[in-house]
T-cell receptor, first 115, second 113 residues
Framework: EPEVTQTPSHQVTQMGQEVILRCVPI?????FYWYRQILGQKVEFLVS????????KSEIFDDQFSVERPDGSNFTLKIRSTKLEDSAMYFC?????????????FGEGSRLTVL | AQSVSQHNHHVILSEAASLELGCNYS??????LFWYVQYPGQHLQLLLK????DPLVKGIKGFEAEFIKSKFSFNLRKPSVQWSDTAEYFC???????????WGAGTKLIIKP
């Protein structure tokens, strides 16, 4: 069964460093998303991406964040200068339909720890 | 602003007990409603969803949920739980006008064998 894969599963970084989290969505999916979950808190929407551009982003997704689909298969989330409060589990998701139906297929998550 | 409330953060049940997890949302417009589950060490996966039609929806593994529009609720139920249902359960709502899912805080369910 096709699945969304994410790497790394866990990354530890120093505050101020750049981090890139990678995702390989399901191959025929058209919509891509990043969500995050800070420990003990709710899952939060970061950004959605369609047709090589951001279609929607939340207040969390400020200038320190960027997304890219560099090669038609990977979907990356970059945090330019990490802060302590960026420590969280980051989930990538994809969905197949043109009209958003909410049926997201999630990766296993990348845990980011900022020291 | 839209929000989703899950009333119980932790639930402990014995096998064969009945389960009901509460979910309420605040949004006046048309919504899609979801329950996702995350088993220990695994990724989030869709349990069931409601878009329209019969407000009683059936999902995988014997779960069902009922959408009660007047109460803004979408409670998850299972008549007889199993040890393998131990997981965290998330209610989520999508207003049809945007791409976001708004999530509840999750309920950790532990089933005692």
């Amino acid at each position: 069964e096709p699945e969304v894969t994410q790497t790394p599963s866990h990354q530890v970084t120093q505050m101020g460093q750049e981090v890139i989290l990678r995702c390989v969505p399901i191959s025929n999916h058209l919509y891509f998303y990043w969500y995050r979950q800070i420990l003990g808190q709710k899952v939060e929407f970061l950004v959605s991406f369609y047709n090589n551009e951001i279609s929607e982003k939340s207040e969390i997704f400020d200038d320190q964040f960027s997304v890219e689909r560099p090669d038609g298969s990977n979907f990356t989330l970059k945090i330019r200068s990490t802060k302590l409060e960026d420590s969280a589990m980051y989930f990538c998701a994809s969905s197949p339909r043109l009209a958003f139906t909410g049926e997201l297929f999630f990766g296993e998550g990348s845990r980011l720890t900022v020291l | 602003a839209q929000s989703v409330s899950q009333h119980n953060h932790h639930v402990i049940l014995s096998e064969a007990a009945s389960l009901e997890l509460g979910c309420n949302y605040s949004y006046g417009g048309t919504v899609n409603l979801f329950w996702y589950v995350q088993y220990p060490g695994q990724h989030l996966q869709l349990l069931l969803k409601y878009f329209s039609g019969d407000p009683l929806v059936k999902g995988i593994k014997g779960f069902e949920a009922e959408f009660i529009k007047s109460k803004f609720s979408f409670n998850l139920r299972k008549p007889s739980v199993q040890w393998s249902d131990t997981a965290e359960y998330f209610c989520a709502v999508n207003a049809r006008s945007n791409y976001q899912l708004i999530w509840g805080a999750g309920t950790k369910l532990i089933i005692k064998p």
